[in-house]
């Protein structure tokens, strides 16, 4: 056997990532979803309209983006420690242990790229973000907090299920192509748009259960357009990211195969062959 063997040859799949920063993430994501749940900001949330706003984005959009980004799966025991290895012939070695749960699902997710799947997860995600920015549902949460755990988990669940089609989260990666992200992410990021815009160009009270007094605290103008601003900021810092990087490298793969079939046929013609039928020896 050569001096190498296949175990020496395999190396760690290119998207493995950096796992200290990926853990650092996640810890983030906990500490954020905690901090909104918990007094101060969760009594804050309940006299404000702009602090529930805030807290509705959070749950929404950054917790599930941060714990997709930090990767917990291995963490809880859903998948494999060892990282994807590809061999030199780029194939992928199998693993020294029994597939785990995660493990099979994003082997499932790559036979199974159909894009009805991923459009299924983004209109779970916008029914649940329409679901609890209802002027119902936010009165409904003013009146009674304990709504909000029942709110957190289920924003963070169709949340999760969302960015999990949006980024690569190993060993999952999403199923969709470049521009179906971008297009996921543009639209979430317009539909919540709309629903700040819905608040902040309303002439009355959107929400019935936050009293605005005057000359008491914030007016009921200022507190709408805080509403909409911090609900317009933070989607935007979420989904404009994703939307710009995929973009990117979309165009960039698209200029590859153009570039790799001219510099095969550069080599072609330096080593005097052709590209067309073998002609007959002389």
């Known amino acids: 056997m050569s001096p ?12 493995e990532p950096h796992r200290s920063l990926r853990r650092g993430v996640l810890a983030l994501a906990g500490l954020l979803l905690i901090g909104w749940l918990v007094p101060p900001l969760s009594v804050w949330s309940r006299h404000y309209e702009f602090v529930e706003a805030l807290q509705f984005s959070f749950l929404a959009i950054v917790v599930p983006a941060l714990t997709v980004i930090g990767s917990p799966w291995s963490l809880v025991g859903l998948a494999s420690p060892e990282p994807q290895r590809i061999d030199d012939d780029g194939q992928r ?6 597939l785990r749960p995660i493990d099979r699902l994003a082997g499932g997710r790559r036979r199974h ?24 549902t936010v009165d409904a949460l003013k009146r009674h907090p304990w709504l909000s755990l029942v709110e957190a988990a289920t924003l963070v669940a169709v949340g999760v299920g969302l960015w999990l089609e949006l980024v690569e989260s ?20 317009w539909v919540i748009w ?3 815009y819905l608040v902040g160009l309303s002439h009355g009270s959107w929400y019935q259960a936050y009293p605005h007094r005057a000359g008491t605290g914030l007016s009921l103008s200022a507190d709408q357009q805080l509403t909409t601003g911090v609900m317009w900021f933070v989607s935007a810092c979420a989904f404009v990211p994703v939307v710009y990087w995929n973009l990117v490298r979309w165009l960039q793969s698209e ?13 072609e013609r330096i080593r005097g062959r052709t590209l067309g039928p073998d002609r007959p020896s002389p």
């Open 194 to 196: 709309i629903l700040a």
């Open 170 to 189: 190993p060993p999952l990666t999403p199923r969709s192509t470049r521009p179906t992200r971008v297009a996921l992410a543009a639209i979430s990021m």
């Open 255 to 267: 200029e590859n195969p153009d570039e790799e079939l001219h510099q095969l046929v550069r080599h």
């Open 4 to 15: 190498g063997t296949a175990a020496d040859r395999s190396r760690p799949h290119s998207t």
């Open 113 to 136: 790229p159909e894009a009805w799947r991923t459009i299924g997860f983004a209109a779970l995600y916008l029914a649940g973000a329409i679901l609890w920015r209802t002027p119902l």
């Open 93 to 98: 070695v199998a693993p020294s242990e029994p």
